[in-house]
């Protein structure tokens, strides 16, 4: 097939697309290479999809509807996987245009794309932080996530919600999925992962918000890929079962669904930070804080529609995925430390 990956020179997105490429896909890749994190680590993830003659990137922005149209038309994609977004909750707390831009109007674009060039099958990026006020665990796609609680989120839910319009009005199949805390190789330097590993190889302390009573469904970055292309293999069909009277989130009758996508296996966050010190040989020095404005205590994937439709099966344990992210930050340093 011929796949547009949006988002290539992101973290999943170059898993993503080294999974695609590998199996003999055809890739485009888009990527606008900002500056939320250092540009250099982004052009060296693209630096790993250059060996794959099926691989072509184009520097373009999303919230470009003209030339993402004109990319749609020239290279008649068959399915359309779309990572591409201002990602980061505290961000979203201080630049909120930002992320208007970029995940709505550039998500409207995308859909519009689709429309417009008959794709076969949007899957788009949602995230667990759509979850939101909700206490009940573990998350399911099943309850309703009405009440975020950070800008970011609203936008991840808006695009469920404009992805089922679009399923509804035009047939076009859109899955979502509700990734949970993605760490391994080629990680974002804002994420937990690379700021406690950095600061404890400087001897720096860490910041460890709500005193360390926070869980997360930590889930290796491989696992993470490997559903997406899964869930891209599998168009979303209509929900025979679907009851308008009691309707299901989840899925409709229109060619729609949201899955969650995760390890199934929450994490205490110190636990997390004890994996690091063991992978690194050195101890963390702490410094307890407060919850952070936007943030949740625990987040924990409910992943059986996953599992049942696609075959999803995360497999990579918490000790063996830090053990590969430390190998790769320390084998990385010149750029890690440029990137911090």
């Known amino acids: 097939m011929k796949i547009l990956v949006t988002g290539a020179a992101g973290f999943i997105g170059l898993h993503v697309a080294r999974r695609l490429l590998a199996r003999g896909d055809e890739v485009v890749g888009i990527d606008n290479l900002n500056d939320y994190y250092d540009p250099r680590l982004k052009l060296a993830r693209l630096d790993c999809l250059k060996p794959f003659d099926n691989f072509r990137f184009v520097r373009m922005d999303v919230s470009d509807s003209a030339a993402l149209g004109e990319l749609c038309a020239a290279e ?3 399915r359309v996987i779309h990572l591409a977004a201002q990602a980061g909750v505290r961000y979203s707390l201080t630049n909120p245009q930002v992320y208007i831009q970029s ?3 550039g998500f409207a674009n995308v859909l519009e794309a689709c429309r417009q060039h008959d794709i076969e099958h949007l899957v788009y990026a949602s995230s667990s932080s759509v979850y939101g006020a909700n206490t009940r665990m ?7 996530v009405n009440h975020p ?3 970011y989120a609203a936008t991840k839910k808006s695009n469920e919600l ?3 319009s679009y399923s509804h009005l035009f047939g076009l199949p859109t899955t979502g999925l509700r990734y949970f805390t993605v760490y391994g190789p080629w990680g974002r330097p804002d994420m937990s992962p690379w700021l406690f590993t950095s600061a404890i190889l400087q001897g ?3 910041n ?12 290796y970055v491989e696992d993470i890929a490997e559903g997406t292309v899964k ?3 599998r168009i979303a069909a209509p929900n025979p079962q679907f009851d308008s009277d009691h309707p299901d989130p989840g899925s409709s009758r229109a060619p729609y669904r949201v899955y969650n996508i995760g390890n199934h296996q929450p994490v205490e966050l110190l636990t997390f930070i004890e994996t690091i010190e063991k992978a690194l040989g050195r101890e963390a020095q702490k410094n307890f804080l407060p919850m952070q404005a936007g943030d949740v205590p625990a987040t924990y994937a409910d992943v059986e529609d996953l599992r049942r439709d696609v075959g999803f099966e995360p497999k990579t344990p918490l000790s063996e995925g830090i053990a590969q992210w430390a190998t790769w930050f320390r084998e990385h340093a010149q750029l890690t430390q440029q990137s911090a």
């Open 76 to 78: 008649r994609f068959n």
């Open 103 to 105: 995940n709505l109007v």
């Open 138 to 144: 573990p998350f399911s796609v099943h309850d309703e």
């Open 149 to 151: 609680v950070s800008l």
């Open 162 to 164: 404009m992805a089922h």
């Open 204 to 206: 720096r302390p860490i």
């Open 208 to 219: 460890v918000f709500n005193h360390g009573k926070m869980q997360r469904d930590f889930t």
């Open 231 to 233: 869930a891209m293999d």
